[in-house]
């Protein structure tokens, strides 16, 4: 960020940039949240985002697909917010943001999402312990998939 712009200006090139990002993005879109120094974009849809078709119903498992587990009893999600690629520290050669084992907080930073030169935080929206982590450093995700698998916080494993 330069020094020399006024917060209203840098709000406005983040702007700017957020309607760019959701106008390229394939699919809908829930959350975009952009960051140029102290100052934080950040929109937020409820309901029906755009009016992006929905993908037709299958009724048989698509072989070529990635088999994702199924969901064990009782265990959360944190989840893509974006479509792109998938780190779990803020910079190469950094630990991770989280790690397993690791008791998270709703709002704690869990990794990023790259997408179009963009690096959006995943937060967790809820508490729990991080069980599993379900993506690769460094690999492509989508929209909305599983990044990792906790245990809601109060229960104990055995």
């Known amino acids: 960020m330069s020094t020399g712009q006024s917060p209203d200006a840098v709000l406005d090139g983040l702007r700017r940039h957020a309607h760019r990002l959701v106008a390229e993005l394939a699919?809908?879109?829930?959350?975009?949240?952009?960051?140029?120094?102290?100052?934080?974009?950040?929109?937020?849809?409820?309901?029906?985002?755009?009016?992006?078709?929905?993908?037709?119903?299958?009724?048989?498992?698509?072989?070529?697909?990635?088999?994702?587990?199924?969901?064990?009893?009782?265990?959360?999600?944190?989840?893509?917010?974006?479509?792109?690629?998938?780190?779990?520290?803020?910079?190469?050669?950094?630990p991770p943001f989280v790690a397993v084992g690791d008791l998270i907080r709703p709002g704690q930073v869990v990794g990023i999402v790259e997408a179009m030169k963009l690096m959006n935080e995943v937060t967790a929206d809820q508490a729990g312990r991080v069980v599993e982590v379900l993506v690769d450093d460094g690999q492509p995700v989508e929209y909305d998939q599983p990044l990792l698998a906790l245990e809601p916080a109060g229960q104990r494993g055995g």
């Open 27 to 94: 699919g809908p879109v829930r959350r975009v949240r952009l960051r140029s120094g102290e100052t934080v974009l950040e929109v937020e849809w409820h309901g029906p985002a755009q009016a992006a078709p929905a993908p037709a119903p299958r009724t048989e498992p698509d072989p070529s697909a990635p088999a994702e587990p199924p969901p064990e009893s009782g265990r959360l999600t944190v989840r893509a917010p974006v479509v792109g690629t998938f780190y779990r520290a803020p910079e190469p050669g950094a």
